[in-house]
């Protein structure tokens, strides 16, 4: 074998060797670059995650206040009302007073001194929703009446 045969073999060789080195270093810092990014991923899904979960204790926690605000509404010194003219309702208003009633049913008010009065109890920044808001403003036009229903069951069968 020639001189020039053996160095051109070693050149050969030479360059794969080099293009298997060079491509694995190459390699492995895309693989590198790759981790880094993972992880920074998975530290901003848990962060995110632990923010989701203090939201959701937060808002379910502000839930809970309002609904026994709504309760414990006609007993707070707030409720200007006696908690035996107060009906509870809870959707879409949260009361229906019927202002003087308790005093007019005992024998000490009277029938003019009735008032009915809808009352939703709000806490923290909590808003009026768009329906009641709605029925706010029928009331404040006057769409309100009162009915009677009968029902008359028959026994002929």
């Not at 020639?2 to 360059?15: K, N, P, T, V």
């Not at 926690?61 to 409720?79: C, N, T």
């Amino acid at each position: 074998m020639s001189i020039w045969m053996a160095m051109l073999i070693g050149a050969c060789i030479g360059i794969v060797i080099t293009t298997i080195v060079l491509s694995g270093t190459r390699n492995g810092k895309i693989k590198a670059e790759y981790e880094q990014y993972i992880a920074e991923l998975e530290l901003e899904h848990q962060q995110a995650l632990v923010h989701a979960q203090k939201r959701s204790v937060n808002t379910s926690r502000a839930v809970l206040k309002g609904k026994m605000a709504e309760q414990l509404a006609p007993i707070m010194p707030e409720f200007r009302y006696l908690p035996s003219d107060a009906k509870f309702l809870g959707d879409p208003v949260d009361y229906v007073i019927f202002d003087g009633y308790t005093d007019f049913r005992d024998g000490d008010g009277s029938a003019e001194d009735i008032e009915v009065v809808l009352m939703d109890i709000k806490s923290g920044g909590a808003r009026l929703t768009k329906g009641q808001m709605a029925i706010a403003d029928a009331i404040r036009d006057g769409r309100v009446r009162f009915e009677t229903v009968r029902i008359d069951f028959n026994d002929e069968g």
